[in-house]
């Protein structure tokens, strides 16, 4: 990642209070393929959908 987008996911830290197992996931995610971004948002959905019915 550049310098750039380091400091915008460490303004994004800030403001979203992250720690640094956070900042790892974005960079991981950011680092994947449309279609594995794919894949990971329809898991993400499928599971939160499910825990927002729950309530």
């Given at each position: 990642?550049?310098?750039?987008?380091?400091?915008?996911?460490?303004?994004?830290?800030?403001?979203?209070?992250?720690?640094?197992?956070?900042?790892?996931?974005?960079?991981?995610?950011?680092k994947l393929s449309d279609n594995e971004r794919n894949i990971?948002?329809?898991?993400?959905?499928?599971?939160?959908?499910?825990?927002?019915?729950?309530?």
């Amino acid at each position: 990642m550049s310098i750039k987008d380091d400091n915008i996911l460490k303004q994004v830290a800030i403001e979203y209070n992250l720690d640094e197992s956070d900042i790892d996931i974005l960079k991981n995610y950011l680092k994947l393929s449309d279609n594995e971004r794919n894949i990971i948002k329809k898991y993400f959905f499928s599971f939160s959908d499910k825990a927002i019915n729950k309530d």
